[in-house]
């Protein structure tokens, strides 16, 4: 089932969203240069119990892509659109790399809609200052040479060395997937981590039964930037053969691993 969530304004843009499945709600929030289509190995190993709800990020997939620089409370803003929407007053989400980023400001700001949270080869930590300056970069180079030439140098360090190997759709998906971005929501969401702030301290008060899951093979987030914080809440997980695309690479581990959080 696809739908799209209406727009008054510019500030809210329309969002396509996919839904699969009956109980709980559970939002899937993809990473940056992705789509719901990310969670497509994933949800059908989650449906049979939970509502699985998987939006197209601001400025992805088909989702509107407004031109200007984009903020990680405004693509949460959003995800509240669609729970209003979809008239859920509250659910569990979960957030891959740039969708962690917007999962943690629903945490700070929009506890009350959530019933959990988690994070999935992301981080709390805010971009370092070489990271901050290869966000400027990400957006001269989509500027001067095109989504294409961003997404094919890039997409190979996703994934683990093994998954290259043994999972060449997968990362054919992931490729096509950054082509079809839009240049200018590729660029405002580049900009919108950018500008995002340390939210480490979200994640060591929050109340809220919270996963986290890393991929030992992750190049882009190492473990330690994710396991900032211990508690009877937190439950952690490092899935030893993943990159940074466990829902592609490792989908039947990481959706017993979010059953068992669901559980």
Not at 54 to 71: I, N
């Amino acid at each position: 089932m696809m739908s799209h969530l209406p727009s008054d304004s510019i500030n809210h843009p329309t969002l396509h969203y996919t839904e699969s499945g009956k109980g709980a709600p559970l939002v899937l929030l993809h990473g940056f240069l992705g789509s719901s289509a990310y969670w497509d190995e994933l949800v059908p190993l989650l449906s049979a119990h939970y509502r699985c709800i998987t939006p197209d990020l601001r400025g992805h997939g088909r989702s509107l892509a407004p031109e200007g620089s984009y903020r990680i409370e405004q693509m949460a803003d959003d995800v509240i659109g669609l729970l209003d929407h979809l008239e859920l007053p509250t659910a569990t989400v979960l957030g891959h790399s740039m969708g962690g980023y917007v999962t943690l400001a629903l945490a700070e700001q929009h506890a009350d809609r959530l019933d959990g949270w988690g994070l999935i080869h992301s981080t709390p930590h805010e971009d370092a200052p070489q990271a901050k300056e290869n966000r400027l970069l990400a957006v001269s180079k989509i500027n001067s040479q095109g989504i294409a030439a961003f997404t094919d140098g890039i997409v190979e360090g996703l994934f683990a060395p093994a998954s290259l190997e043994q999972l060449p759709k997968a990362v054919q998906k992931v490729r096509e997937l950054g082509y079809a971005t839009p240049p200018q929501g590729a660029c405002g969401a580049a900009l919108a981590m950018r500008e995002r702030p340390d939210r480490r301290e979200v994640l060591a008060t929050s109340t809220q039964p919270i996963l986290l899951v890393a991929g030992a093979q992750d190049g882009l987030i190492p473990a330690e930037r994710l396991f900032t914080s211990e508690g009877p809440n937190i439950s952690a997980h490092t899935i030893e053969t993943a990159g940074h695309m466990g829902m592609l690479e490792t989908p039947t581990e990481l959706a017993g691993i979010i059953r068992d959080y669901l559980g």
